[in-house]
């Protein structure tokens, strides 16, 4: 009897065993069940973040690209600034030479009118003292042929009429030599005094 009363015991536990075997095989799902929903909602929420992400790194993207473009035309529009600045620098520079040139054209002409003209004015300045030396020696003659002058209308005044007339007088002539050979002195003191050019 004893089996007896086991048995209902062991029915019960058999019975139950399948019903607490059952049970926990639920709860073993419901378990995995909590996991798998943890870990999808974990999912959701990285898919979540990392579409965050990549929607942040596209409008990073987009921004830089944007970005990119302006400093590339900012790039050309400072490339045509350069060359163009290069090519009006050397517009400037061409014209400068041409100007440079031009000046020391009419430089070396001045230059050589300068120098014609100090020329001139050399030969000027020589004939000028030439002329001046030529002048105070014609005013030095000029005076010693008034002095000569001088004497010769002081001889001729301090004549007395006797003396003229026994100097041109043909029968006496008296003096007549000594009369020549005084005008003859003063011509020749004359001609020593006539300017020579």
Not at 159 to 165: G, I, N
Request: hydrophobic fraction near 40%; aromatic fraction near 6%.
């Amino acid at each position: 009897m004893r089996l007896l009363r086991l048995s209902p015991v062991i029915a019960l536990a058999l019975m139950i065993s399948p019903a607490a075997h059952a049970d926990q095989e639920g709860d073993r799902l419901r378990e995995a069940l909590r996991s798998a929903t943890a870990q999808a909602r974990a999912a959701e929420d990285q898919r979540a973040a990392l579409q965050a992400r990549l929607t942040t790194a596209e409008q990073e993207r987009d921004r830089l690209r944007k970005q990119n473009e302006t400093y590339r035309a900012q790039v050309k529009e400072a490339e045509q600034a350069y060359r163009q600045a290069v090519k009006d620098f050397n517009e400037r520079l061409a014209e400068r030479d041409d100007s440079l040139e031009k000046w020391k054209t009419a430089y070396a002409e001045a230059a050589s009118v300068a120098r014609a003209k100090d020329a001139e004015r050399a030969k000027f300045e020589s004939d000028a003292t030439t002329f001046k030396a030529s002048t105070k020696a014609c005013e030095a003659k000029n005076v010693q042929l008034v002095k000569v002058a001088n004497d010769v209308v002081t001889k001729y005044e301090a004549m007395d009429p006797f003396e003229k007339v026994l100097d041109h007088d043909p029968v006496f002539g008296l003096k007549r030599v000594e009369h020549q050979n005084a005008a003859q002195d003063f011509r020749d003191k004359i001609l020593e005094q006539k300017a020579k050019p």
